[in-house]
């Protein structure tokens, strides 16, 4: 993943307050290695079949060494880790976890909210990417990674399934804890609601006292949008589209237009059909402005059921601040041209 910094050796990084964090395998970072040279059935170790090499690769050296070894799986390795480990930084990423309290249901709550906050991460990478090929024409390429996009989409609104379950009483038990914090203060969620167009300068203000956080938020802010390079293209394909509408200022909130609007109804009305690519487009953009309007959905009526109307611990009224935030709809245009259908 871009952005995502990758050691040549893997560094466990310091628990909270100082303290040293857990080593593998739940250990200490003192305990010893685990031996690399036992011995194999076969006579052969590990190490001489390449199980060390992280980077050992190809079908022909796979198929050699599983050959030589009989299948068995790979399991003494050198250096004092094992290349699982090493690719996906696995004892950075579990030595993350520092529940507040001592109550049960915030093990499931804080896990949950770090698998959204790399979720929202990938969906942000993955739209710049999109935004890349529809500045390039690229548009079934875009098709094929918004495809994509709609399933990650997917897979943040499942997570609401066993967030749903903490009752109200284990949900109180920890709430304290976490004092004035608040997914609303997700910068990843914000540059995920920014790509996607939903410009509120406002709430930039969070992060920009925050150093290694402001600029990558001021940047999703004041980029253009997926919608904006997806109505760029809509105009190089021939849709009379104004200044007003492809010159705006990104870093504004999108001003819904009927240029744009009539520019998707005629993609609908006057395209190929599901054969036309800016007909797949404008689907496929569907589908995902679908997918976080149903997240949004569903975070709002699970909050209602654990915390009912009370405030939020970010400082809004709580389930009436998210009613009305899901009633935005991402690519606005896309959802009214319907009425002209
Ligand atoms: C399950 C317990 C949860 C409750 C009771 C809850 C409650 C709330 C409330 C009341 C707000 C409004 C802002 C405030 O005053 O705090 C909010 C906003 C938000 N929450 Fe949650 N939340 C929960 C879990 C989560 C999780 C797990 C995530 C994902 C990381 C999340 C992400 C967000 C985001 C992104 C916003 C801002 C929404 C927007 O402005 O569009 N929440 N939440
Ligand atoms: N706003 C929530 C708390 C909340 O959502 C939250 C608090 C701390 C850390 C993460 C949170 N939400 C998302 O993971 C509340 O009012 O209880």
Redesign the pocket.
């Known amino acids: 993943m871009r952005g995502v910094t990758h050691p040549e050796r893997r560094t466990t990084p310091p628990g909270r307050n100082g303290t040293s964090a857990p080593g593998r395998n739940g250990t200490t970072d003192t305990e010893e290695p685990h031996s690399t040279t036992d011995t194999e059935p076969n006579g052969t170790t590990d190490a001489e079949a390449g199980g060390t090499a992280t980077g050992a690769g190809g079908d022909a050296e796979r198929a050699r060494v599983a050959a030589l070894r009989d299948g068995a799986p790979l399991v003494d390795f050198d250096a004092g880790t094992t290349p699982y480990i090493d690719y996906q930084s696995i004892d950075v990423l579990l030595s993350l976890q520092h529940p507040r309290s001592a109550e049960p249901a915030e093990v499931p709550?804080y896990v949950?909210?770090q698998v959204?906050?790399l979720l929202f991460k990938l969906l942000y990478e993955e739209l710049v990417r999109v935004r890349s090929l529809l500045d390039a024409d690229e548009v079934r390429q875009a098709v094929w990674v918004l495809r994509r996009v709609h399933r990650e989409a997917g897979l943040l609104c499942s997570t609401w399934d066993v967030?749903g379950s903490?009752a109200p009483t284990e949900?109180n038990a920890f709430r304290d804890s976490l004092g004035q914090a608040?997914?609303?203060q997700?910068y990843m969620?914000r540059m995920v609601?920014y790509i996607l167009g939903n410009k509120d300068p406002q709430?930039a203000r969070a992060h920009l006292g925050v150093p290694g956080v402001a600029d990558q938020v001021r940047r999703a802010l004041e980029e253009p949008s997926v919608y904006d390079a997806a109505l760029a293209l809509l105009a190089r394909r021939g849709a009379p589209l104004t200044a007003a509408t492809l010159e705006r200022d990104p870093a504004r909130a999108h001003e819904p237009s009927e240029e744009a609007e009539r520019a998707w109804a005629r993609v609908y009305a006057e395209g190929g059909g599901p054969d036309d690519e800016l007909f797949r487009l404008a689907e496929a953009l569907v589908d995902v402005a679908e997918a976080m309007c149903r997240w949004?959905s569903l975070?709002l009526l699970?909050?209602e059921r654990?915390?009912g109307t009370k405030?939020?611990?970010?400082?809004?009224h709580?389930?009436r601040?998210?009613r009305r935030?899901s009633e935005h709809r991402f690519f606005p245009e896309l959802w009214s041209a319907r009425g002209r259908l």
């Open positions: 709550f949950l909210g959204k906050e967030l903490l949900f608040s997914g609303l997700s969620y609601e709430l949004r975070h699970t909050v654990i915390i405030p939020g611990t970010g400082g809004t709580g389930v601040w998210l935030v």
